[in-house]
Structure formats: C-alpha cells, structure tokens
C-alpha cells in the first residue's frame, strides 16, 4: 500500500515538474541527472517518513501498553537503523515507475 501511494505522489510531481524537466533538457542536461534528482528526494522524504513513523509508533505503543498492560515498553535503538532502511526501500520501489517517466519528458 506504501508503495502504491509513494508512485502516485512521485507520478503527481513528475507531471508538476514536466516544463522545469524540460527545460533542464534543452539546456544540456542528462536523463540521469533527472532521474537521480527525484531518487534523491523520494529516498530522503522515505527517510523522514520512517523517522516519524517509528517515533509516533513508539508513542502509541507505549500509551496502548501501559493503559491496557499498565506496564511501560522500551525502545530498541536497533530498530531505527532497519527502520530507515525499509523506508528507503519502499521509496525506492515506489520511484521505479515514475522513474521511467521522467526521461519522456519533451524539451521545451
């Protein structure tokens, strides 16, 4: 589901981006560096999103646990590093379609 809303928002700003795309191209620049643009921002944004994810999944855990278990859980550093890496991941996967769009755009 990650992955279908991560390509529908990078679909949505490939086709914001598509006169700036073009004109990058007209102006000398590579399909790669189009690409990579946008492989960087989905993979930075993913990395946000799974900071935020896993410090509000901490938080709700801890409040779930300690009103229906009335004990307190701790958090496992370890965790974080995975975390981010499966963002990463997602986002990726994510960009791969709009990825593939990016190099059509028509310079202007």
């Given amino acids: 589901m990650t992955i279908i809303c991560v390509a529908t928002t990078m679909m949505a700003v490939v086709t914001e981006r598509r006169k700036k795309i073009g004109l ?3 102006l ?9 643009e946008f ?13 935020l994810g ?3 999944g901490f938080f709700f855990a ?4 300690m009103n229906v278990f009335s ?3 701790t958090f496992q550093p370890l965790l974080l590093p995975v975390t981010l890496a499966a963002s990463a991941v997602v986002a990726i996967f994510g960009l791969i379609r ?9 310079p202007a």
């Fill in 24 to 26: 990058r191209k007209a």
């Fill in 28 to 36: 000398g620049a590579a399909n790669k560096s189009s690409v990579l």
């Fill in 39 to 51: 492989l960087g921002e989905g993979v930075f944004l993913g990395g946000i999103g799974g900071l």
């Fill in 54 to 56: 896993a410090g509000f």
């Fill in 62 to 65: 801890q409040m779930v646990s």
């Fill in 71 to 73: 004990r307190s859980i």
């Fill in 98 to 106: 709009a990825k593939r769009r990016t190099p059509f755009c028509i």
